[in-house]
């Protein structure tokens, strides 16, 4: 298992939680609540956070299709979901960098991935919308990384390392060529619009407290190394950036606001 991933996904749980839109999850479990059992598809499940937080809003018979390149991160997930009523969940490791297999889909009343369309490309959004437009797949894409994010109190070269982060974030993440990135959210509006659906998102930023200590911190480690990874020639700025900010996690008085949007879409009946 990927380690360090697993312990980022446990860490963000809580503020994904307290993110998320609660109207649009709403809004797309009346868009299923007829069915019995809805047949759910989690693309990316990782620890299965999006399971956890969505099934309680679903009718109470499910069918989970849960899909992950990474078979412990799943493992976990399965292990963590059990003994959940009637909420039957399959596991399946597959690296979803094409979107081929059509069975995936077949069946699907819901299509939904947390976290995700940051790091995949326009073109595997579109066969995305595609598979789900086949199937009349409602989809809810909670969590999106939008580029738009602040930290409390501010450093000069904030912006900066901000900019060289929103470029790693273009970077081919191995889902279907160069990253949308923090454009996810706006591309996938268009595409499934263009694909026939009625599209709503909402602002779901993640709002970082001060006693956020250890996710804080290692959100910022992620940031700097990501800004290097893009100008290797800022790496003193950037460390020395890195050295205020964890001061300021370390005295409790860092505050960081992360840019998110959360996108649902219906086919039209
Ligand atoms: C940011 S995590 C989100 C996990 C989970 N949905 C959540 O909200 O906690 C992205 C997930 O996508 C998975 N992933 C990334 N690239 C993948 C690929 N090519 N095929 C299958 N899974 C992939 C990772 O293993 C990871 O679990």
């Given at each position: 298992?990927?380690?360090?991933?697993?312990?980022?996904?446990?860490?963000?749980?809580?503020?994904?939680?307290?993110?998320?839109?609660?109207?649009?999850?709403?809004?797309?479990?009346?868009?299923?609540?007829?069915?019995?059992?809805?047949?759910?598809?989690?693309?990316?499940?990782?620890?299965?956070?999006?399971?956890?937080?969505?099934?309680?809003?679903?009718?109470?018979?499910?069918?989970?299709?849960?899909?992950?390149?990474?078979?412990?991160?799943?493992?976990?997930?399965?292990?963590?979901?059990?003994?959940?009523?009637?909420?039957?969940?399959?596991?399946?490791?597959?690296?979803?960098?094409?979107?081929?297999?059509?069975?995936?889909?077949?069946?699907?009343?819901?299509?939904?991935?947390?976290?995700l369309l940051d790091?995949v490309?326009?073109?595997?959004?579109?066969?995305?919308?595609?598979?789900?437009?086949?199937?009349?797949?409602?989809?809810?894409f909670?969590?999106n990384?939008?580029?738009?994010?602040?930290?409390?109190?501010?450093?000069?070269?904030?912006?900066?390392?901000?900019?060289?982060?929103?470029?790693?974030?273009?970077?081919?993440?191995?889902?279907?060529?160069?990253?949308a990135?923090?454009?996810a959210?706006?591309?996938a509006?268009?595409?499934?619009?263009?694909?026939?659906?009625?599209?709503?998102?909402?602002?779901?930023?993640?709002?970082?407290?001060?006693?956020?200590?250890?996710?804080?911190?290692?959100?910022?480690?992620?940031?700097?190394?990501?800004?290097?990874?893009?100008?290797?020639?800022?790496?003193?700025?950037?460390?020395?950036?890195?050295?205020?900010?964890?001061?300021?996690?370390?005295?409790?008085?860092?505050?960081?606001?992360?840019?998110?949007?959360?996108?649902?879409?219906?086919?039209?009946?």
């Open positions: 298992m990927n380690e360090s991933l697993s312990t980022w996904l446990a860490l963000r749980e809580p503020a994904d939680f307290a993110a998320r839109s609660l109207t649009l999850t709403r809004a797309i479990a009346k868009a299923v609540a007829a069915r019995d059992p809805v047949h759910v598809l989690d693309l990316g499940t990782g620890r299965g956070s999006n399971v956890r937080y969505l099934s309680p809003h679903l009718p109470p018979r499910q069918r989970w299709l849960v899909v992950d390149r990474d078979p412990a991160l799943l493992a976990h997930a399965s292990a963590l979901m059990a003994g959940r009523g009637d909420c039957r969940i399959e596991a399946r490791q597959m690296d979803l960098g094409s979107l081929d297999d059509r069975g995936l889909f077949s069946g699907r009343h819901l299509v939904t991935a947390s976290a790091l490309s326009e073109s595997w959004l579109s066969t995305l919308a595609g598979r789900c437009r086949e199937v009349g797949a409602a989809v809810l909670p969590l990384y939008n580029g738009r994010s602040r930290c409390s109190p501010e450093e000069p070269e904030d912006a900066m390392v901000l900019d060289l982060m929103n470029r790693h974030q273009h970077t081919d993440k191995g889902l279907g060529g160069p990253a990135g923090p454009d959210a706006a591309h509006m268009t595409i499934f619009a263009d694909a026939g659906y009625d599209v709503r998102s909402e602002r779901t930023d993640w709002m970082l407290e001060p006693r956020e200590r250890e996710f804080q911190r290692r959100l910022i480690e992620g940031w700097a190394e990501a800004a290097m990874a893009i100008d290797s020639g800022s790496a003193a700025r950037v460390t020395d950036w890195l050295g205020r900010r964890l001061a300021h996690v370390a005295a409790g008085c860092s505050h960081i606001v992360v840019g998110h949007d959360d996108v649902a879409a219906w086919a039209p009946r």
